[in-house]
């Protein structure tokens, strides 16, 4: 097998951990991680480059793992809901297409023994910075390589439109030091997909059928109760309707508002709903640059802060998780933040809130309250209010360890995209003054950038926003009540379309 094809993948998206023997006959297996899709996914094309390129060709299989706790499983209904029902999808699309797909419900640990039993010649997987992880994939290749020296390993950032050991070789400052680096090189990366080759057919060992409902359960069971969201459904199809859709499609119908509207949290159909799809890797932010560069001339000013968010500010988050392995704690922050926060973390505070205080949105702040509401029953929150959430509770804790901490641990636990690069970046910049720079000194903030009601109450209707939460705690438990006494009716429907139609009465 050859150690690497540069036809169809980049050669430098592809990361060569071993190179192998270049005489094993068996199959490949990709091993699915961040990129939960079919399209549009660069590491699954590499792994059938690959196979098609062995003499003779190889066949073609994918694995996926359910990471046990804490990283998976410290998840709640809300993200493992979302993130078996996508797999249930993924499960049934990799079947019509030849592929067998192999759930292997013990975790990471599992995934050598399969290699193993199938007698693969190459593993490929893709690309997550997270620690739990980075530490579980060089577990699994520091146990094959020990046994099965002659197997190829390979690993493709099929996240990120620029691979993020490409971008650059450092942890980078901000988005200024950071946009320059990956701007002279986008045009070579940001290309459309080739089509997938073919690959021999599969004619060894079979999957195990999937009770996907009862694993669902069974997992359900185990998780804290966090509902499940029904703005939008999980897979590739519902990912591709809100980008493209004749409907609500955010590129279709909704990109003109994004450049005004993007930070009123009154405006919520001016966002693009795709954060769930991106996390999960449902869409390719690649696929979603692509389609958004060919509809420029309908809105530029849009279509750029959308590129900017996309792009550079998302990829940005990469580069911070990739090169800080503490990327959720103060030792992550800038030595000047750290300095200025610990040099005001005695200040007194007007107000102290416990965690269980702030996770019942029990302050004295309706508009605090009412973003912490909008996070817990709609599992999203508006990226402005998301900044001005995790400033305040700096404000309102002991200190900035307390702070992060707190605001890590409720972000994780209700947003659907928790557990994420962007979500760790979000915080440290909120708390930490990350990507950021120091600003006038003042009580508890020190020189991170400081945020108040009164400059909410200037930038946005608040009033409106407060109400506009009110009417999504009221559906979500309207819902929950009806989900109490018709238990079959667990599954939820996308109603992106009705979501957006009642944010729209608030313009």
């Known amino acids: 097998m050859p150690p690497a094809s540069p036809n169809l993948v980049h050669p430098s998206r592809v990361r060569i951990l071993h190179p192998g023997g270049g005489h094993m006959p068996g199959p490949v297996v990709y091993w699915m991680l961040r990129d939960q899709r079919l399209a549009d996914n ?14 003779p060709a190889a066949p073609l299989a994918i694995a996926f793992t359910l990471f046990p706790r804490p990283f998976l499983l410290g998840a709640h209904l809300r993200q493992l809901g979302f993130l078996l029902r996508g797999l249930r999808r993924l499960a049934a699309d990799a079947h019509a297409r030849g592929l067998p797909f192999f759930l292997l419900e013990g975790g990471p640990a599992e995934v050598p023994a399969l290699v193993r039993r ?5 593993l490929v997987t893709d690309f997550s910075p997270l620690r739990p992880v980075r530490e579980a994939f060089d577990a699994v290749v520091h146990e094959l390589l020990r046994d099965a020296a002659d197997m190829a390993v390979h690993q493709v950032d099929a996240h990120n439109v620029v691979p993020v050991w490409v971008a650059t070789g450092k942890l980078e400052y901000s988005a200024k030091t950071f946009r320059s680096k990956v701007s002279k090189v986008m045009d070579e990366y940001l290309v459309e997909y080739p089509e997938l080759p073919g690959w021999t057919p599969w004619c060894m060992e079979q999957p195990k059928d999937v009770d996907w409902d009862a694993l669902i359960n069974s997992i359900f069971s185990e998780a804290e109760n966090v509902p499940e969201i029904d703005w939008c459904e999980p897979g590739e199809a519902a990912a591709m309707e809100v980008l493209l859709g004749n409907n609500d499609g955010f590129l279709t119908k909704r990109i003109k508002s994004y450049d005004t509207g993007r930070n009123d949290p009154t405006k ?31 809105s530029p000013k849009s279509v750029d802060a959308f590129l900017e968010e996309l792009i550079i500010r998302r990829e940005l988050a990469d580069n911070f998780c990739y090169y800080q392995p503490n990327y959720d704690s103060l030792a992550g922050a800038w030595e000047w933040a750290r300095k200025t926060l610990m040099d005001h973390a005695g200040d007194k505070r007007e107000h102290i809130y416990t965690r269980e205080q702030l996770e019942n949105a029990k302050t004295s702040d309706p508009l605090w309250n009412a973003s912490q509401l909008e996070m817990v029953h709609h599992g999203k929150m508006h990226g402005f209010m998301r900044m001005y959430w995790a400033k305040k509770i700096l404000e309102w804790t002991s200190g900035p360890e307390e702070a992060l901490s707190i605001a890590i641990y409720l972000n994780d636990k209700y947003h659907i995209d928790g557990r994420d690069p962007n979500g760790y970046v979000g915080c440290m910049w909120s708390i930490c003054g990350l990507h950021d720079q120091g600003w006038k000194e003042r009580p508890v903030f020190g020189k991170i950038r400081y945020m108040n009601y009164a400059g909410c109450k ?50």
Request: overall charge positive; glycine content about 4%; proline content about 4%.
């Open 458 to 507: 200037r930038k946005f209707d608040v009033d409106a926003y407060i109400s506009y939460v009110k009417s999504l705690v009221a559906r979500a438990k309207k819902r929950k009540t009806e989900e109490y006494l018709n238990p079959r009716s667990k599954n939820p429907k996308s109603e992106l379309g009705q979501q957006l139609n009642m944010s729209k009465a608030l313009i």
């Open 268 to 298: 919520p159909h001016a966002l693009s709903c795709l954060s769930p799809y991106l996390h999960f890797g449902h869409i390719s932010a690649q696929r979603c640059a692509m389609e958004a560069k060919k509809r420029r001339h309908l």
């Open 118 to 122: 199938l007698g693969a010649s190459a």
């Open 42 to 55: 660069w590491a699954l094309l590499h792994a059938a480059e690959l196979a098609a390129a062995s003499a």
